[in-house]
Nanobody, 124 residues
Framework: QVQLVESGGGLVQAGGSLRLSCVAS????????VGWLRQAPGKDRDFVAV????????YYANSVKGRFTISRDNAKNTVYLQMDSLKPEDTAVYYC?????????????????WGQGTQVTVSS
């Protein structure tokens, strides 16, 4: 099983940018599909973005499409989420998580290993 640690969260003004990192332990990280998901206060955990094991395929939630970019560096066991043009409604705890196949990638219940999360707060 892979262990995940997120970092890069913080407080930013609307319109600003942040880059989140998700560092994994384990030699098989490159074989996993990795997603970013988020949970706002009082809401369910939602899908944000996902990237295939090779990085060739990426998918995004409509709410972040064109503003967020997911990428990975398998040599560094790291997946990134570049977040630009941030909005107050992006405020949430952001998690990275793995799954073994792309499938129904927006189904948060199909992700297996999860990190502890990193807080992102966007002020208006």
């Amino acid at each position: 099983q892979v262990q995940l640690v997120e970092s890069g969260g913080g407080l930013v003004q609307a319109g600003g940018s942040l880059r989140l990192s998700c560092v994994a332990s384990g030699r098989t990280f490159s074989s996993y599909v990795v997603g970013w998901l988020r949970q706002a206060p009082g809401k369910d955990r939602d899908f944000v973005a996902v990237i295939s094991w090779s990085g060739a395929s990426t998918y995004y939630a409509n709410s972040v499409k064109g503003r967020f970019t997911i990428s990975r560096d398998n040599a560094k066991n790291t997946v990134y989420l570049q977040m630009d043009s941030l909005k107050p409604e992006d405020t949430a705890v952001y998690y990275c998580a793995t799954r073994t196949y792309m499938g129904s990638y927006s189904n948060v219940n199909e992700y297996t290993s999860w990190g502890q999360g990193t807080q992102v707060t966007v002020s208006s």
